[in-house]
């Protein structure tokens, strides 16, 4: 996401904006190593910005969406020395946490913050934010292992939620569904497709809310436009619950 260089510079606490412009007229500015003079000029997370030849550590808020692929752990670091989702988003200048999580061998939508506020506030049970999978599980599925799926399951020491599961398509030995939760426990999608009898052989979650992953690549991220940012902070509410 795309903001004017002033704008920039006042919200990462350099200084005022009409300051900011001041600076920039003067040529005291310089964007990814070159002297920027012009007030429209624009720049995003990934831009390396100096004042007067100190680098502008970024202070705003900054929301990514990452294409999280197969073989990733959802964390900062892990123990057994795997990639992390933090090393897909290191040309962001600011240290940015996962908004829930992405089993390892599960790929898609991730949403990625330095917003804690935020964070803890959409990972709140209470929220209930809907997220949608594809997946290709084995077996073809019967009526009343759907029904059963949609009520809810009893996994382990609790039940789960309703959810929601419709075909996509059928093949000779296995089927691809989209599945529709609003929890977010552990491995909870694959460990509800165990209940009924059928193992998850491709797990992908494509949307979170009103955000959808689309033809973002393998690997890749983006920041999030303006319209999704309103978007997610609509649904943290007027104030964090309880």
């Known amino acids: 996401m795309e903001e004017r260089l002033q704008k920039f510079l006042a919200a990462s606490g350099v200084c005022s904006r009409r300051k900011a412009e001041e600076l920039i007229l003067a040529g005291r500015v310089s964007v990814n ?3 920027v003079t012009v007030l429209g000029a624009k720049v995003n997370a990934v831009d390396k910005v100096i004042v007067d030849g100190k ?4 202070s705003r808020h900054i929301y990514v969406m990452l294409h999280k692929p197969e073989g990733y752990i959802t964390s900062a670091c892990d123990q057994f020395g795997r990639p992390t989702v933090m090393d897909l988003v290191t040309r962001y ?9 992405l089993d390892y061998d599960t ?12 964070t803890q506030a959409l ?7 809907e997220k949608v999978y594809i997946a290709r599980i084995k077996g073809i ?3 009343d292992e759907i029904e059963r799926f949609r009520a809810g399951l009893r996994i382990e020491d609790y039940t789960t939620a309703p959810a929601g599961i419709h075909i996509v398509k059928s093949f000779n030995e296995s089927v691809s569904v989209k599945i529709t939760v609003h929890e977010g426990r552990n491995r909870q999608i694959r460990k509800m497709c165990e209940a009924i009898g059928h193992s ?8 979170t809310g009103r ?20 978007y997610l902070k609509g649904l943290k509410g007027p104030s964090n619950p309880n």
């Open 33 to 35: 190593g070159r002297v």
């Open 55 to 58: 680098l502008v550590s970024v």
């Open 93 to 101: 200048n600011t240290r940015l946490y996962p908004v829930g999580r």
């Open 107 to 118: 790929s898609g939508l991730l949403l990625l913050t330095n917003d804690g506020e935020l």
């Open 123 to 129: 990972t709140h049970p209470s929220r209930k934010v």
């Open 141 to 143: 599925l019967t009526p």
């Open 200 to 207: 998850v052989i491709f797990l992908k979650r494509v949307a």
């Open 211 to 230: 955000l959808y992953l689309g033809d973002l690549p393998r690997s890749a991220s983006r920041e999030l436009t303006e319209a999704e940012v309103r």
